[in-house]
T-cell receptor, first 114, second 112 residues
Framework: DVKVTQSSRYLVKRTGEKVFLECVQD?????MFWYRQDPGLGLRLIYF???????EKGDIPEGYSVSREKKERFSLILESASTNQTSMYLC?????????????FGSGTRLTVV | TQLLEQSPQFLSIQEGENLTVYCNSS?????LQWYRQEPGEGPVLLVT?????EVKKLKRLTFQFGDARKDSSLHITAAQPGDTGLYLC????????????FGIGTKLQVIP
């Protein structure tokens, strides 16, 4: 089974801090994604990557950046954390872009910015 | 406006009851999936449907993709407390380069 591991389950950071959220998958998937999940808004795509060193903006990239130096690792960076970035962050990977095989999600990181 | 509308948003039922949740859109999807998410965890894939009219069964769960590939339903027979969770549908719109879209979800509570 594919496993997607997010480095932290819970994080509390201060406004203005630079925050790194790490995600690692162990099945050689090319496609990786970062979503945030908020009540009443569902999952919203922040950034995604179809290959190493490749990244594309999702629907809500403002205030975020990403890094994919290795195929198995996709990092989300909050350049200067703000309280409106308090959310559940979900990393996912997939083997194809057709969605036929679906996404494998990590357990999520619940980030609180104070 | 959500591309995928899920209904109901909340559902609380007694153990043993049947239920159906819906995922509707005005857009056509090349594939659609259902996930279940438990509190504090990431969504877990239940099923993928790709053919209009397709019906898939997973134990007590029955999934149907609409003939026009614009909607889907999930029916649970004899619900159990272990079915409690957030049910999400996700679809890949047809036509050209598109991104996957998720519904907001249906939060199901099955009371013992």
């Amino acid at each position: 089974d594919v496993k997607v591991t997010q480095s932290s389950r819970y994080l509390v950071k201060r406004t203005g801090e630079k925050v790194f959220l790490e995600c690692v998958q162990d099945m050689d998937h090319e496609n990786m994604f970062w979503y945030r999940q908020d009540p009443g808004l569902g999952l919203r795509l922040i950034y995604f990557s179809y290959d190493v060193k490749m990244k594309e903006k999702g629907d809500i990239p403002e205030g975020y950046s990403v890094s994919r130096e290795k195929k198995e690792r996709f990092s989300l960076i909050l350049e200067s954390a703000s309280t409106n970035q308090t959310s559940m962050y979900l990393c996912a990977s997939s083997t194809d872009t057709t969605l036929f095989h679906g996404y494998t999600f990590g357990s999520g990181t619940r980030l609180t910015v104070v | 406006t959500q591309l995928l509308e899920q209904s109901p948003q909340f559902l609380s039922i007694q153990e043993g009851e049947n239920l159906t949740v819906y995922c509707n859109s005005s857009s056509v999807f090349s594939s659609l999936q259902w996930y279940r998410q438990e509190p504090g965890e990431g969504p877990v894939l239940l099923v993928t449907v790709v053919t209009g009219g397709e019906v898939k069964k997973l134990k007590r769960l029955t999934f149907q993709f609409g003939d026009a590939r614009k909607d889907s339903s999930l029916h649970i027979t004899a619900a159990q407390p272990g079915d409690t969770g957030l049910y999400l549908c996700a679809g890949l719109p047809s036509g050209g380069y598109q991104k996957v879209t998720f519904g907001i979800g249906t939060k199901l509570q099955v009371i013992p």
